[in-house]
């Protein structure tokens, strides 16, 4: 079975990074679109960004673009979310999914996805 677990999460200053890390046990991921999701308190999950199981195909929410980028590690079946530039709204709980099958002009929704990892809270606060 496909697992997916997030790590890398924190506390940080505005104007700091964080590279959070998706890593997946069981299946490889070179045929699986990656979605991160993020979910704040008392807000609905959003889709952050989304990389397709063919190269060179991302997306990212018009919040985070220019900030965030998201890339693959095939050789360590790894996700990876770069952040830079933090603010304070991007305090949330964040997650990593996967989907075997996916229409990627869809892939920024989150009942497209099968796979779920637990999540891994970044805190952004001076």
């Known amino acids: 079975q496909l697992q997916l677990v997030e790590s890398g999460g924190g506390l940080v200053q505005p104007g700091g990074s964080l590279r959070l890390s998706c890593a997946a046990t069981?299946?490889?991921?070179?045929?699986?679109?990656i979605g991160w999701f993020r979910q704040a308190p008392g807000k609905e999950r959003e889709g952050v960004s989304c990389?397709?199981?063919?190269?060179?195909?991302?997306r990212y929410s018009d919040s985070v673009k220019g900030r965030f980028t998201i890339s693959r590690d095939n050789d360590k079946n790894t996700i990876y979310l770069q952040m830079n530039s933090l603010q304070p709204e991007d305090t949330a709980v964040y997650y990593c999914?996967?989907?075997?099958?996916?229409?990627?002009?869809?892939?920024?929704?989150?009942?497209?996805?099968?796979?779920w990892g637990q999540g891994t809270q970044v805190t952004v606060s001076s």
């Open positions: 999914a996967a989907a075997r099958h996916l229409f990627f002009r869809e892939c920024m929704l989150s009942n497209e996805y099968t796979y």
């Open positions: 069981g299946v490889t991921l070179n045929y699986y679109a």
């Open positions: 990389i397709s199981s063919k190269a060179g195909y991302t």
